[in-house]
T-cell receptor, first 110, second 122 residues
């Protein structure tokens, strides 16, 4: 069965302390991998789409990378406003729907 | 430009009552998705529509759940009768599916989510 696993479940960092979140997937054919940010009480907010191994996307302090079996969301010098739950989702070949991971709850302490 | 609009934002109802959740997708989008989010199961797809036609409803929990999309700018998710285990946050999302690039990499499939409806069934 196709699965999406995110790690760690929760991560607490000090402001300025860089780190990475992981999203691994077992899928026969990847069409796209998506990263979302979700703040408490709000809907997921789209961040990035990655389509093929080796691809990278950047937005402010965030950079997403993709290999054949996993994706990383790198956070460089994070600020407290980067605190949120980060979700990854996979779209399989021949399918339109997304399968979401359980998310990583990121807390940045000032 | 307005994003996905959902109503109500909060709903509290008693077990056995009918609940109707509403969604207005982003103008110009031709795909609409209904999700449910709980702590235990995370974000789960319930059903999605392309051009107002239901494509995959395999995520709908049981016959108590039904969804309609009478036109391109409106969809409803109905639960009848509601049960306490239906308590969750329900999200609607929309996207633009470029049918001319059938599965091609350039087809944009990003889904944009609404603010959600928090449903509590007592």
């Amino acid at each position: 069965e196709d699965q999406v696993t995110q790690s760690p479940e929760a991560l607490r960092l000090q402001e300025g302390e860089s780190s990475s979140l992981n999203c691994s997937y077992t899928v026969s054919g990847l069409r796209g991998l998506f990263w979302y940010r979700q703040d408490p009480g709000k809907g997921p907010e789209f961040l990035f789409t990655l389509y093929s191994a080796g691809e990278e996307k950047e937005k402010e302090r965030l950079k997403a990378t993709l290999t054949k079996k996993e994706s990383f969301l790198h956070i460089t010098a994070p600020k407290p406003e980067d605190s949120a739950t980060y979700l990854c989702a996979v779209q399989f070949q021949g399918a339109q729907k997304l399968v979401f991971g359980q998310g990583t709850r990121l807390t940045i302490n000032p | 430009d307005a994003g996905v609009i959902q109503s109500p934002r909060h709903e509290v109802t008693e077990m056995g009552q009918e609940v109707t959740l509403r969604c207005k997708p982003i103008s110009g989008h031709n795909s609409l998705f209904w999700y449910r989010q709980t702590m235990m199961r995370g974000l789960e797809l319930l059903i999605y529509f392309n051009n107002n036609v239901p494509i995959d409803d395999s995520g709908m929990p049981e016959d108590r759940f039904s969804a309609k999309m009478p036109n391109a700018s409106f969809s409803t998710l109905k639960i009848q009768p509601s049960e306490p285990r239906d308590s969750a946050v329900y999200f609607c999302a929309s996207s633009f599916r470029d049918l001319g690039l059938a599965g091609g990499r350039l087809a944009r499939h990003e889904q944009y989510f609404g603010p959600g409806t928090r449903l509590t069934v007592t």
